[in-house]
């Protein structure tokens, strides 16, 4: 069964753009294939080129980011040039991706649903939380606040949801 959707995906995962042999876009092209349609949007560092058709139903877009700092801007600008309309907007975590998808979702796309993966077990996890006390902590706040905005989200196991 295929599904006839476009999907806009916000990622950090670099080896989509570098590397075309890599399991990871190996991967997105069959969730490509089976929805329809699948737009990521990933970080790079600069001179990474411009959108990639990787096959009729993946379209990759590198960030080409001077500062790894201005990522989430990066990754909204990208957005704005999407032509084809978006049936849901989905990100790799409910950090920096997950900050992007809110920030796209509210500028680009406000009725469309926003769906953040969570694969990670930090939020109340002090461990985490006090290896690097200042970073982790606006990073558990921050995943808090994009949380709060998604209409779903996907996790690995019963104790990160």
């Known amino acids: 069964m295929r599904i006839m959707m476009h999907v806009l995906m916000i990622s950090i995962d670099p080896t989509l753009v570098t590397q075309p042999e890599h399991q990871a876009r190996v991967r997105h092209l069959f969730y ?3 929805i329809g349609h699948l737009t990521v949007i990933v970080y790079t560092p600069p001179n990474m080129g411009g959108a990639i058709m990787a096959s009729p139903h993946l379209t990759i877009i ?3 980011s001077r500062f790894k700092s201005l990522f989430i801007f990066d990754a909204l600008r990208c957005a704005l040039r999407v032509r084809e309309p ?7 975590d409910p950090y920096t991706t997950g900050l992007a998808g809110v920030l796209v ?6 009725r469309v649903p926003l769906l953040i993966q969570n694969h990670s077990i930090a939020f109340d996890n002090r461990a ?3 290896e690097r006390p200042l970073r982790n902590t606006i990073f558990a706040r921050m995943g808090a606040f994009v949380l709060d905005r998604a209409d779903y989200y996907r996790t690995i196991n019963q104790r990160a949801r």
């Open 32 to 34: 490509a294939e089976r």
């Open 62 to 64: 590198p960030t080409n």
């Open 86 to 92: 978006v049936d849901l907007i989905t990100t790799q």
């Open 105 to 110: 979702r509210a500028r680009v796309h406000p």
């Open 128 to 130: 985490w939380l006090t």
